[in-house]
């Protein structure tokens, strides 16, 4: 198949979120089964041309939108066999935010988005891809979230009536529902389209514009990424309003839990460590990357439990209730390490986080920023890694806490309920702990039961990190998967 994948995120070359880590590892892994697959992504102004090797196609082109005509240039780089193209736009290279700055989100992103999606859509039929010719029309269309969700509207709105792409289907994938594109109702007219698209069967959500809600009525096929998250969506309290939509949509979702990149996120070579390991001998391997992290973190180097986190300090991500728990944690001589960093509206996360560093100083690490480096250390050197999202469509980090041999501490929800099972009492089954009711005595009662596990009963606690490494979180598990998706997309329109 020829896949065409639509995204604002393409990791290594631009990544806020597992949003990037997905859309730069299901192209590679498709690529692998043989076959012909492209991403489309913005060329935003912190990717390095350079040291992406990054290219011009030579491939020029204007799209329209009701503000005027967008001169764009298409560039290139190869990575794992994908041609990876970026649009070059002065809205995306002159600014180095994805979605916007210090001040604020970017004011036009409904233009810049409509014009990726737009760009996408002549991908196949203007860049030169194969032996010089362009991939032609039979592809299909992967878009994801909210910025790539006019694909489907536009193919439906803009070229099927043309004859254009009349068996090109288009799949929408939902990486986090939270995030929809809502723009005022005004804005419609910046899209170009016919006035029967801002209708309640399409782009008109309570007046306004919700770009994520008419692709999703209107792709062929739609998935998210864990299948527990897929039926959560569909009840009112986890479909943050547009649960309505996806159950009249309910026939065409299918939930695929993600995958990690397994080159990337693998102890036996991860250069950031200080001992790399695998399953043969992680403990010891473990223990001299907690020795490691405790001495470059200034923490005392006791035999202690070191419980770690690693995620954006968002509300979602349940920061309330680690933030709420420290204290515990510190009473119980257990050292938390956290890394993260907020976004400018939840700035308060950070600086409580600070205090409570300041506050326990032989206890708790508050690392606020970015840094994969620090990121596969936490991973490597603790022995339990904490995330008690609200919610979380599918979760990477509990991923590669089983990869790296540290037991998960999670809320029973979306991807993290699909991918930790739980630690069976009485049997030696499952990789890690969970809870239900989003709230801190349900989380500390989990983490007490892993802390009382991890000091009396270490051999089970073992086990259980070493079923965490021998799990499968490959990404061939979930493309095959995609393969299925799109195979179904394509029937739908009549083609393969
Ligand atoms: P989400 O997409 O909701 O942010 P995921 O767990 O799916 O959550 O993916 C988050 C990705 O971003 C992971 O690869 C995680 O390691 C990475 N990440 C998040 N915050 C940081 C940070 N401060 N430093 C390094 N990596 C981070």
Redesign the pocket.
Known sequence: MRVVVVSSEVAPFSKS???G?VCGAIPAALTRRGHQVVTVSPRYGSIDLQAHRITDTGARFGVHTGSGRHDVAILRADRDGVPHLFVEHPMFSGRRGLYGDERGTFKDNLLRFAVLSRVALEVPRRVPLIDGAPLGEQVVFHANDWHAALVPVLLEAVYRPLGIYAQAPSVLTVH?LAHQGVFPGNDFASLDLAPRWFTPTCLEWYGNLNLLKAGLLTAEELTTVSPTFAREIMTESGGFGLDAILRIRHDRMTGILNGIDPTEWNPATDPHLDRRYDVTDFVAGKAQNKRALQAELGLPRDDVPLVGS???LDP?KGVELIIESVPWLAEQGVQFVL???AAPAHARYEHALRELERRYPNNVRAWI????R??HRIEAAADLFLMPSKFEP????QL?SMRYGTVPVVRSTGGLADSVTPLDPQQDHGTGFRFEAFDGAAMRDALYRALWTWKHQKDRFLRAAERGMRKDVSWDTAVAGYEHVYQRASHRRGGL
Do not use: H, T
């Open positions: 979120g597992g949003l880590d986090n690693v995620g954006r979602q890394l993260g960093s920023g970015f840094s994969e620090v990121a599918s979760g990477l980090n590669y």
